[in-house]
């Protein structure tokens, strides 16, 4: 178990730049997801801190040492491939005791003490004795997970291990991570292009886009209190809309409506983008007690999800997103009246994408600079 | 009873007659089809007429000659004329010095030429696998050989090693004379020294089609099985005989079959170029022996009998080869 902590680190693939001066810091026991969509440079950064990618600039620690130029077998760390990479001529067992067999540093008796440990831990000692083509997907990836574990490393590396898995048994599979990472408190690194996945797992979660960090926060926040508007469009689904405004006085006000934000009454900031979830709006005959300004919406798409019902609608050539309750019968075409949670606000800066503005009235704990 | 209108007629008889239309075409198409699918031919005389051509060269050209083998194999020949023999043949064969001789050097450049080749495109494989700059340049490089014919690749080495003027030789002997040995390196006289040469040439020649293959099968193992290799601290060496033989066994199967058949038959006009089989019959091989007999000596029932015997051989190594390997190799 370590610390592992990323200072300035950069990644240069030739002109590409795929990670651009990333600092971050994973305490010791903590499981820490990395999230953002194709080519935002997370598996680069898990493959940096693994030593199978060199690091351009900058230097990496794993409890405190400098493993920057090490050898990815010297580092303490193991690490779960998204395509499990078992070797496919070996039993399950030889998999788990290979590279400790080939290490030499270990006896007979603690390599089969440690495989018959793990194997127990992941419920496969009747797999044992069974090569991969023999072995089931989930099967595989918990093999790989063995040996991942045998290794008994500093840190795991996990580089979308679910995404070969078919959904139930990923859903599956996720909570016997989180109860594995419980039972061994081993630092975790997880890689992931699932946001759920992200918010299930992580203690917490580290948002990437082009190379560049966006927000680390535990997962809760994160949705909350978004630091920019990629992350709140990215975590949450269905994203959350947006919507260009302009802030005077603390009312935010659109051709189709203006909104007063609570608390906000200094604010005057000119043109921004104001963010609402589509679960924060509801149709406004849903509830008795409604916002304090309701808007019109002509629904052009609806999607029955089977908990809700997704609603598009559009206001004045802007299309929204609202999560409305189940079994109504709205059609295309019709007009509904829109109330949204005051509470759930967010508004952000139209050029930079910095957050300015959440309504949350527990944001006394929001991020430092915000407004509340 | 039901009185259609003509408005109603018409609209039956059309769709009648659509039905008809579309039944015909479905038939007329599944018929085309069919016809496209397996009948091509009216009659099987005319695709009997047109496989002719191709039975008549198999059948002139290689079953034929395979049975004249053997049968020429059981008769005492001449240039003019020929006299059953019964056994006379083999018993000479076997009996023969000579021919003991050359079965064993054969085996012997056998075990060197496919161990070496086999080894060596191995080692320089797995280089050019992992080296990550000039890649085409040394792939090109190391694959060149192959693109010589045989007769050119023994010419060539011919002269790099000629004992006295070649470049190769006259090196070794520098490097020889450093230490204080004086080396002759005159391999036409030497049988050892001349195996030696004729095997470096024929492993040398056989390089370049092993490397391709085997870098196109390392390449073929996925990247993430090497990296979690370097991840559980592998050394190279285990890297290649335990992850990589293992994961490339059938290409390598394959490899020693071809090149059993190479050192077998293939080696004949390098022997044929560099020693003539020998000095002493030190490089002699069963094919360049047989050659000899059958035409130099003229003895084609003696030479008959020998390429039997070979062609056995080669059956049994195959057959063995397979056998043996099967048990080992992975595939997939």
């Given amino acids: 178990m370590a610390r592992i902590q990323l200072e300035n680190i950069t990644k240069r693939f030739d002109d590409v730049v795929a990670v651009k001066d990333l600092n971050l810091e994973v305490d010791d026991g903590e499981f820490i997801v990395v999230v953002g969509p194709s080519g935002c440079g997370k598996s680069t950064t898990l493959r940096m801190i693994s030593g199978l990618e060199s690091v351009s600039e900058g230097t990496i620690r794993i409890g405190g040492v400098d493993v920057t130029g090490q050898e990815p077998s010297d580092r303490g760390i193991a690490m779960v491939f998204q395509n499990y990479a078992l070797y496919p001529h070996m039993s399950a067992k030889r998999n788990m005791t290979f590279g400790m067999k080939s290490a030499g540093s270990f006896t007979d008796e603690e390599i089969e003490e440690r495989a018959m440990s793990a194997a127990e831990i992941l419920d496969i000692t009747d797999l044992l004795g069974r090569k991969p083509g023999a072995l089931s997907g989930g099967e595989r990836q918990r093999v790989a997970l063995g040996r991942a574990i045998c290794r008994d490393p500093q840190v795991f590396l996990m580089d979308e291990p679910l995404s070969n898995l078919d959904a139930k048994l990923r859903v599956q599979m996720r909570a016997e991570l989180a109860k594995l990472h419980d039972e061994l408190g081993t630092t975790t690194v997880y890689v992931t292009h699932d946001q759920t996945e992200a918010m299930t797992l992580g203690d917490r979660v580290v948002v990437l886009d082009g190379g560049q960090l966006q927000q680390v926060d535990s997962p809760q926040r994160l949705y909350d209190f978004p630091e920019n508007r990629f992350v709140a469009e990215f975590i949450g689904d269905p994203a959350m809309n947006m919507i260009a405004v302009d802030v005077a006085d603390g009312i935010a006000s659109h051709p189709a409506f203006s909104i007063p934000l609570p608390d906000g009454d200094s604010l005057s900031v000119g043109s921004a983008v104001l963010g609402i979830r589509p679960e924060d709006l509801y149709l406004a005959d849903e509830r008795e007690a409604t916002s304090p300004e309701t808007f019109e919406a002509t629904v052009s798409v609806t999607e029955p999800l089977g908990d809700s019902l997704l609603l598009h609608g559009q206001i004045e050539g802007h299309e929204f997103k609202i999560q409305a309750q189940p079994r109504r019968t709205i059609t295309p075409g019709d007009t509904v009246e829109l109330g949204y949670d005051p509470d759930r606000l967010h508004l952000f800066d139209r050029d930079t994408g910095e957050a300015i503005y959440h309504s949350d009235p527990t944001a006394s704990i929001a991020p430092s600079g915000v407004t509340q | ?332």
């Avoid at chain 2, 029932?301 to 056998?323: C, D, E, P």
Wanted: glycine fraction near 6%.
């Fill in chain 2, 1 to 332: 009873m039901i009185v259609l209108d003509h408005c109603q007629k018409t609209h039956v008889v059309f769709t009648v007659v659509e039905g008809y239309i579309e039944e015909t075409q479905a038939r007329y198409t599944t018929q085309m089809s069919e016809q496209s699918a397996r009948e091509v031919f009216t009659n099987n005389k005319e695709a009997a007429l047109l496989l002719l051509p191709t039975l008549f060269v198999i059948v002139m050209f290689l079953y034929w000659p395979a049975i004249d083998t053997f049968r020429l194999s059981f008769f005492q020949t001449t240039l003019t004329s020929e006299r059953f023999a019964g056994t006379y043949n083999y018993i000479r064969l076997f009996t023969s010095g000579s021919y003991q001789n050359s079965l064993f050097v054969t085996f012997g450049f056998g075990l060197v030429v496919v161990g070496g080749t086999m080894l060596l495109s191995l080692f320089i494989s797995f280089m050019l696998y992992e080296v990550d700059r000039f890649t085409s340049i040394y792939l090109i490089t190391a694959i060149w050989p192959y693109a010589l014919p045989p007769a050119v690749a023994g010419l060539v080495l011919l002269f790099l090693l000629q004992p006295d003027l070649g470049i190769l030789t006259y090196w070794i002997r520098s490097i020889g004379s450093i230490f204080g040995m004086d080396l002759g390196l005159d391999w036409r006289t030497s049988g050892p020294m001349a195996f030696v040469v004729v095997s470096i040439t024929a492993i040398w020649k056989q390089l370049g089609y092993n490397i391709i293959f085997m870098v196109a099968a390392m390449n073929n193992i996925p990247n993430t099985i090497d990296e979690a290799a370097q991840l559980d601290g592998i050394s190279r060496s285990n890297r290649l005989f335990k992850i990589y033989v293992p994961l490339m066994s059938p290409t390598l199967v394959f490899l020693i079959v071809i090149n059993t058949i190479y050192a077998f038959f293939a080696t004949f006009p390098i022997i044929d170029l560099m020693t003539s089989g020998g000095p002493g019959g030190a490089t002699n091989i069963l094919i360049y022996k047989l050659f000899i007999d059958a035409f130099e000596n003229f003895n084609l029932g003696y030479a008959a009998a020998q390429s039997l015997v070979l062609f056995l051989i080669v059956g049994v190594l195959m057959y063995i080869q397979l056998r043996v390997t099967d048990r080992y190799a992975h595939y997939g």
